[in-house]
């Protein structure tokens, strides 16, 4: 066939050929390859799928072994260090229980993040006075107190977080390490000599005249042309733990309801201190409101006035006696409750406080010992003093019945005196090196 053609049409036959051929071929290999691939790729998928069954089911198992935590209808993230006071745990000390038959359960308190239960006087102290417009964040205003310690505390944390600076006015023979936190908070730590409330320096007092002096050298100080500068709305404002009945409302409103919740208003006795007394006014009047039968008992401290104020009717202590007082406050050890005059916010618990209770400084520091030993709890003063009345009530109610108590602060702010064996002795108490009974309650 090829013969029958001119040269040139040979050329374009041959070449039309090879063209065709050489299509083919690649056309060929093209789909063989893409069938290799696709088996490749089938193979791939099916390995993969075998080993995302395998996750599935391994997942699937640990989920029934781990399940998600359900949300609570109040769980919440709180709002900066305001929303970390209150709501505090309440736990059942084993030791004291067991001892007495009695449930004995304590509020832990200073797991408030300043570290005890005038955190919460302290924010109710300055919601108030901003509510009323005596307060202002941000305008040089500072806050004024005359406290032992851990009021002043809560207040320089709380002054911190919305923008107030603190002048604290304290005893000088108080605690070191208090005055050491507060300066470490930013607060103005003004220390004096303890002397009795009708001195003019008494910390109390001079509290109250620094606060009514603060910025009035400021407004002397105003612009020629009548203006004020912008720190003449300054204010000093003196908190008055004392006598402020925000004290008392703090614990009406938070800390009863609290117990009540905590305990499903299964309480026979509360059984605590009082230093302004808006803790134990606040809890019982609460308390009482809804539990008729409810007992409630003021423990004291030696020194202070208020068992006999309850007892009798009137504010003495024997340690009052002309030529017996040591100290010019309360004469004992413990720090934070005791008092010899009568403030408002313990004024509210009249009517609503069944009995007292007398607690020595040797009691309180055996029973310091004691849990520290027993329970490992480490607690201050004023804990000890009502951990040891919470003991004296579950022996006089007799098994069955539940106490309620408040740990206030921990042993951690009582270090150089309540906690430190060289002063105790050097105040005639004997210390103990290991505490292993309540014999020592009596």
């Keep these: 066939m090829l013969e029958s053609l001119s040269d040139k049409s040979k050329h374009i036959a041959i070449g039309a050929a090879l063209g065709i051929f050489f299509t083919l071929s690649t056309t060929a290999v093209v789909l063989a390859t893409r069938g290799n691939s696709g088996q490749r790729h089938n193979s791939h998928n099916a390995r993969s799928g075998k080993q995302s069954r395998r996750r599935s089911s391994i997942g699937e198992s640990i989920s029934k072994q781990i399940a998600l935590p359900k949300a609570e209808k109040n769980s919440q993230i709180c709002d900066g260090v305001a929303g970390l006071i209150g709501n505090t745990p309440m736990m059942r000390i084993k030791s004291l229980s067991e001892a007495t038959g009695c449930e004995i359960l304590a509020k832990a308190e200073f797991l408030n993040p300043g570290g005890s239960t005038k955190d919460r006087v302290a924010l109710s102290m300055i919601n108030i006075a901003e509510k009323e417009h005596i307060l202002t964040p941000g305008n040089g205003s500072t806050i004024f107190e005359?406290?032992?310690?851990?009021?002043?505390?809560?207040?320089?944390?709380?002054?911190?977080?919305?923008?107030?600076?603190?002048?604290?006015?304290?005893?000088?023979?108080?605690?070191?390490?208090?005055?050491?936190?507060?300066?470490?908070?930013?607060?103005?730590?003004?220390?004096?000599?303890?002397?009795?409330?009708?001195?003019?320096?008494?910390?109390?007092?001079?509290?109250?005249?620094?606060?009514?002096?603060?910025?009035?050298?400021?407004?002397?100080?105003?612009?020629?042309?009548?203006?004020?500068?912008?720190?003449?709305?300054?204010?000093g404002f003196f908190a008055d733990q004392f006598e402020n009945l925000a004290n008392f409302d703090a614990h009406f409103t938070t800390t009863g309801p609290e117990i009540y919740r905590q305990t499903q208003g299964n309480v026979d006795a509360i059984?605590?201190?009082?230093?302004?007394?808006?803790?134990?006014?606040?809890?019982?009047?609460?308390?009482?409101?809804?539990?008729?039968?409810?007992?409630?008992?003021?423990?004291?401290?030696?020194?202070?006035?208020?068992?006999?104020?309850?007892?009798?009717?009137?504010?003495?202590?024997?340690?009052?006696?002309?030529?017996?007082?040591?100290?010019?406050?309360?004469?004992?050890?413990?720090?934070?409750?005791?008092?010899?005059?009568?403030?408002?916010?313990?004024?509210?618990?009249?009517?609503?406080?069944?009995?007292?209770?007398?607690?020595?400084?040797?009691?309180?520091?055996?029973?310091?010992?004691?849990?520290?030993?027993?329970?490992?709890?480490?607690?201050?003063?004023?804990?000890?003093?009502?951990?040891?009345?919470?003991?004296?009530?579950?022996?006089?109610?007799?098994?069955?019945?539940?106490?309620?108590?408040?740990?206030?602060?921990?042993?951690?702010?009582?270090?150089?005196?309540?906690?430190?064996?060289?002063?105790?002795?050097?105040?005639?108490?004997?210390?103990?090196?290991?505490?292993?009974?309540?014999?020592?309650?009596?």
């Design 146 to 235: 005359g406290t032992v310690g851990s009021t002043g505390i809560s207040l320089a944390m709380m002054a911190k977080a919305r923008g107030y600076n603190a002048w604290i006015v304290m005893p000088d023979d108080v605690a070191l390490e208090k005055s050491q936190l507060l300066e470490k908070l930013g607060a103005h730590v003004e220390k004096v000599r303890p002397v009795s409330i009708v001195d003019k320096n008494q910390f109390v007092n001079l509290a109250k005249r620094r606060a009514q002096e603060f910025g009035k050298d400021d407004n002397a100080s105003n612009n020629n042309d009548g203006s004020s500068s912008d720190n003449s709305q300054k204010t």
């Design 271 to 442: 059984v605590m201190g009082a230093g302004t007394g808006g803790t134990l006014a606040g809890v019982t009047k609460y308390l009482k409101t809804l539990l008729p039968d409810l007992r409630s008992y003021l423990v004291d401290p030696q020194g202070s006035g208020l068992f006999n104020k309850v007892k009798y009717n009137i504010m003495y202590s024997p340690t009052e006696k002309e030529g017996k007082r040591k100290r010019h406050q309360v004469d004992t050890v413990v720090e934070g409750v005791g008092i010899n005059r009568l403030t408002r916010n313990f004024a509210m618990s009249e009517g609503f406080i069944d009995d007292a209770i007398r607690v020595t400084d040797q009691e309180a520091v055996d029973m310091a010992r004691y849990l520290v030993n027993q329970e490992g709890l480490f607690i201050g003063s004023s804990s000890a003093v009502n951990c040891v009345g919470a003991v004296r009530i579950a022996r006089e109610l007799g098994p069955g019945h539940t106490i309620v108590t408040l740990l206030c602060d921990s042993g951690q702010r009582h270090l150089t005196k309540f906690w430190n064996d060289e002063y105790l002795a050097k105040q005639g108490l004997i210390v103990k090196d290991v505490v292993d009974n309540l014999d020592f309650i009596v």
